[in-house]
């Protein structure tokens, strides 16, 4: 039998830690265990593979282990790297991180320093990544008021990073009910007011409620006005303005609705 096991995991931070639940008894028993996404799965040959249904009890088991044992600071960086949508590599990354890290005595929560290990050199890499995009969305997002002040607001990410974008807002917006909704992946982020959010999947009923918006000409009004207000016209330079603000984030922007079509 095959000493390479590829264990195929739903695309999503409870999928890969499922599957690292699930890869650890495999590779204690001597499988050289690797985990892919389905979605990205490609058939290789002299492995063999298996397929892991998400399990948000083990995922949960998996999270509660690294905040623990290895601090909150490896933990964000691991939901940082399986948010990413272009690191196929992103699962076997996390795995090789975790058992390191867990199988050490004591618990390397310094696991994220070891600049010389290959593993580390590539999670920071993804990371990085996909923390430009979240740093970026926390201004790109905008709101707008539903029928029973609820504000709700739409963004395409690249990344997977809806999850992490909770905290802030959270902090932002405590007293608010409020929802973000990933268009491209089909979840929202539920915020009621004063607890903490939570991700919803079927997006249905908000798609529905967002197009009652109470009055929104009168908010998009009041920003783009006061967009155009503090704009100095002598400083244009649309270049810059490409590279800080793209136009694939435009689309979910009140301020250029005006000239950017849906």
């Not at 830690?17 to 290789?44: M, N």
């Not at 529905?208 to 207000?229: G, M, T």
Request: aromatic letters at 12%.
């Amino acid at each position: 039998m095959d000493d390479r096991l590829i264990l195929l995991c739903e695309d999503s931070t409870d999928g890969m830690f499922t599957a690292v639940y699930d890869g650890w008894t495999f590779q204690l028993h001597g499988k050289e265990v690797e985990i892919r996404s389905t979605d990205e799965y490609e058939p290789e040959l002299f492995c063999s593979f298996r397929r892991i249904e998400t399990d948000p009890e083990k995922a949960e088991k998996v999270v509660s282990s690294v905040r623990k044992k290895l601090g909150i600071r490896v933990y964000e960086d691991i939901c940082y790297v399986a948010a990413s949508s272009r690191a196929v590599d992103k699962g076997t990354v996390i795995f090789r991180l975790l058992w390191k890290a867990l199988r050490s005595r004591p618990y390397r929560r310094d696991i994220m320093e070891e600049l010389t290990d290959p593993w580390v050199i590539r999670a920071l890499k993804i990371r990085i990544q996909v923390w430009h995009e979240f740093h970026r969305m926390l201004g790109f997002v905008r709101f707008r008021e539903l029928s029973g002040e609820i504000l709700y607001s739409e963004i395409t990410p690249d990344n997977d990073i809806l999850a992490l974008l909770g905290p802030h807002f959270e902090n932002r917006f405590p007293n608010e009910n409020w929802m973000i909704c990933d268009k491209k992946r089909k979840k929202v982020l539920v915020h009621p007011r004063q607890k903490t959010s939570y991700l919803y999947y079927p997006v249905s009923r908000a798609e529905k409620n967002a197009s009652d918006l109470a009055q929104p000409e009168e908010y998009e009004e009041l920003w783009k006005v006061f967009c155009r207000q503090i704009t100095i016209h002598e400083r244009k330079n649309p270049g810059l303005q490409g590279q800080m603000l793209p136009l694939k984030y435009r689309v979910n922007m009140t301020e250029f609705t005006e000239t950017v079509q849906p």
